[in-house]
């Protein structure tokens, strides 16, 4: 689908190698209820994440870094389209490499989960769905650096690479405040992870949010979460 239809803006795909999945769309919509005022969107894609934090915000100023030339393309279109005041700003570059001007209150990512240090997929993919244990930690330092001190950092990963996020995070001196456990179905395994960084020490809040109910449809908790970016009643 080359198009993805929100409530108030539209995501075009058509160029990215990745497309709008309910990971994005279960991320931004729980990222979105915190406050902020600058934020920074790591690995941005289509821009889906940067479009969902700029939504209905004001005085939001919100930065996007992507590296992937087809993915750039693609958010730079719907930044421009977005019909808001505070339109997301892209960088075009690598995360790693780039000098950002200013820290951030709040930092978001959706990041490589397949753990590789040679991945076989098309090029685009790989750059997109895999990293390396170095990169890891370089990119867990980047962001303690960039974050301000009363900031929040939020990354979903997959379960079999939670852990190696967490301890490259742990190198930091962030801490975890919150995670939030993810399964498809009832009864099934949890699959994915969200966690939540600051730079505060705080008792960890741990929750769990499941995606589809017995009969394969939308949970009640997903459809009240998303209620303001789906473009359609569930």
């Not at 719907?78 to 808001?84: A, C, D, G, I, L």
Request: a neutral charge; hydrophobic letters at 40%.
């Amino acid at each position: 689908m080359s198009i993805f239809k929100f409530k108030y803006f539209d995501v075009q795909q058509q160029n990215t190698a990745l497309k709008v999945g309910t990971d994005a769309m279960i991320l931004g919509a729980l990222a979105a209820q915190y406050n902020y005022k600058s934020v920074l969107d790591i690995g941005t894609g289509t821009g889906v994440l940067a479009l969902m934090l700029s939504q209905n915000k004001e005085n939001v100023k919100t930065e996007a870094i992507e590296i992937d030339d087809n993915s750039a393309i693609d958010a730079l279109n719907n930044f421009k389209s977005f019909p808001f005041e505070n339109q997301p700003k892209l960088i075009h570059d690598d995360f790693f490499n780039y000098t950002f001007k200013s820290k951030f209150d709040f930092i978001i990512s959706n990041p490589p989960f397949y753990l590789t240090d040679n991945p076989n997929e098309l090029k685009t993919l790989a750059i997109a769905k895999h990293t390396s244990l170095n990169q890891i930690i370089l990119f867990s330092k980047k962001v303690e650096n960039l974050l301000k001190e009363n900031g929040k950092f939020i990354f979903i990963t997959s379960i079999e690479s939670d852990e190696i996020w967490l301890n490259s995070l742990n190198l930091t001196a962030l801490n975890c405040e919150r995670v939030i456990e993810i399964k498809n179905y009832p009864g099934g395994k949890v699959n994915r992870i969200i966690r939540v960084f600051s730079k505060e020490k705080v008792p960890i809040q741990i929750s769990k949010f499941c995606l589809r109910d017995e009969n394969r449809d939308y949970t009640k908790e997903y459809k009240i979460l998303t209620k303001e970016f789906h473009n359609k009643e569930l």
